[in-house]
């Protein structure tokens, strides 16, 4: 390209660049909703017990990680007494050491492989994938109402051997046709 | 299909969020959680951290922000892929150079099926594949993937995902209208039958009226008429099997405006133009059904039929049948991730030419491919390392066999790093029309001084191809390196570079030349029969440069691109990417060759720029901009009417160009939306391309403004 057409092409880009910046910014804190989903994960180990006693907690992330950089923050935390960490699997050996397991919809194709994995173990599945709780899993975070909600499969839960807490049960939507 | 899973979008990010002043996100308990609002949202495929290819995502919500009408425009926005609107349907895309409106190093799939035409290795994009409405998410994957994508993914793959039918339940009807008598219509119904079952049927119309001829200023012949009706139907059986079935049927109907039509009753060469009209049709069935098996292993098991035909009134006609079938199979054990998967795909096409413009070997041919390939992620270091290898086995009626192979080591030091180094190969298995069409394939006038009587003569040289039936793959090897960094929760960057080596190219060689006015004896013979063939009568000063495609070009091919993504205030995002790339072909003893190396070279762009702002002035305000350019090219001229002394080629300048699309669309409530659109607002008279093997006249892009409407019901 000319040198004066780059020079053309910058100085348009810059006109662009500051009618963009003349625009409101009253919008507040970004928070993105990957932000507000990891959140959710953390949150979710304060509600539920887990069989055992443990110093460590083991937040998983399975497969492709969309949320990895959004829970680097709790790495380390004090979550209901016992310290999070964050892992990443992929495998049904690497699962069995966790506690909570995150399941992004992109793997839905692998949902009810990684499902039948957990089975029975005391393992909180948690998927932002909207059929997850019917497919068998036991939370999903699902987007409504212009908010990120959550769904409960007690059944699941009580499978795993887990116990959701009733104040979480209160705040959860209701699942929409339990078919389990 | 299975390749969606693997797929690169990671649905991050970039939707946004309203808290309360004050609260941190750390500190919110679940009952806050509960009540925050999502203000916007946005998919998008933020979080590539963990592929190691230069990938790109471009998602439903981005395709609608565009403006965009048409499947190459939305296209524009990914780096590395490189688009030139030709006329109103037609468009020259490419990945990473090679570009041309037979562009031949680009897969591109809907669901998993190809949409590439075997008879020149590209795609028809004048026809619409699918409604722009139905489209979830398009991955774009710069480099070779032939281990997993097959032939032709030698520079990049385009994959389509469609949306679940689950999320297109209800009604809903978009109208378009705009300058240029641009009229698009997009209908669709829906239903969720069952807890399992849902379907929907889509259907859209475009319509444009000619554009105007670059040069004359006078109407072109382009008028467009495109109709797509789609129809998908998903049935989940439970226990991680599950079934989905498509129907596409597509149709587009337009004209060019071709300077083919030499005419010899004066002395030099006259051309006078064709307005051949061109239909396009193509129709397919595809069945897909994924299962789980006790062991842990997932399948995917994929059929396709397509039968499509090709239209060109007096010079082509061709209908084309495909059978496909396609495997995919997927288990993950302790560190491995492993992928395999088996493919046969069957063409069978019928083909009659106008001779002596066109002419095919064979009116029938049948060909046959087959594929194996096997792909193994392995993590060397959890959460740090991970190792990559694949092999695909391929053979083909056309080409024999071949073997493509990547590697990829992939090294993430934090969760915001990621460090990837890839190495691929990839073969491009030679399209039909290279092996069996002989072509007409341009026309020059080369002043010749004659020196007995002595005068100087304009003598007009015509190019022939001939057809050989024989024509190898293409080869391609090269290395790629990138580096993703999550810059915060609200900014990411992505940089890329690639060297990649060419070689068995396609190019011409001399094998011959006759004339049909003995002047030009002994050196130049004539043959009677030939010129006969031709219609050109004996006596004509005429030469006919007789070639055949060889694989006897080898070239380089570098770059870097670059991305970035940055959510500057909650309502406020913007995008960028920047591509670079340099083509350099080896010079050798062949004169055409060499030449042929010389037109590609200028041919390719060095620079394109995309800037994209999505701007939510309030809830139910949207303002996008996009900015976006282009460096200049030349291209070939096919037909030069203007005597040359020297015989070489000469070249037509396409300039670089700057240019800017606005949406402004305002939601009235949930369902409906009115929105204001402005297409190639700078830039009053500019072309973007002139089209190679057909020397056609050129169309300006011109500035549209478009109102659109959606309603859901």
Known sequence: MPANNLLRLASRIALAATLALTMPASFGEATTEAQLKAAYLVNFLKYVEFPGTRTTVNLCLFGRDSLGPYLAAYEGRQVGGRELRIRRVNSPEQIADCQELFIPDTEEARLAAVLRWVDKQPILTVSDAETFTREGGGIALIRGDGRLQFEVNVEALNRAGLRASPQMLRLAKPMTSATR | MMRNCLSIALLAVFSTASLAAGDTLEEMSLEDLVKTDITSVARKSQSLADVPAAAFVITAEDIRRSGAQA????????????????????????ARSFNGRFANKLQVLVDGRSLYHPLFAGVMWELDPIPLEDIERIEIIRGAGAVMWGANAVNGVINIITRHSRNQTGAAVSVTAGSKGTADIYARVGQAVSDSTSWKLSAQARHIEPSRQYTSAADSVDRLNNAVIDFRLDHDIGGGRDLSLWANASRSKTTELWNTQPDFSQPGLNVSSLTPNQVLSSESLVGRYRWLGDSGIESSLQASLNHSTIDIDHFVNESLTTVDLDYQGRFAVDRHDILWGMNHRSTRDEMSTNEPYVSINSRHRTQRDTGFFVHDDWTLLPEQLKLGAGIRVASTTANGSNVSTNATLLWTPSRSDSLWLKYASAPRTSARAERDISILTGASVVQTAIPFPPFTANIPVIGYVNATGKLAAEKSQGVELGYRKQISPNASADINVYRYRYTDLRSGQQTGMFGCHRMFEPAIPVDASKCAYFGLPLGTPVLVNEMQAINGLAAWNDGVEISADWLVVAGWRLQFSYSWSRLKADRSSNVVANEDGNIMERAAPRHHVSLRSQWNITPSQQFDLWLRGTSG??????????????????????????????????????????ALIGRNLVGRQRLEYLSDYIPTAATEIAPTWLISTHWRF
């Open chain 2, 71 to 94: 499947l190459p425009d939305v296209l524009r926005m990914a780096p590395g892929i490189q688009v030139a609107q030709i006329d109103n349907g037609r468009y020259a895309v490419t």
């Open chain 2, 633 to 674: 090219m030349d291209r070939l001229n096919l037909v030069d009417t203007v005597p040359n002394a020297s015989g070489a080629a000469t070249f037509s300048r396409i300039p670089g160009y700057a240019t800017v699309d606005l949406r402004y669309a305002y939601r009235v409530n949930k369902d409906l939306e009115f």
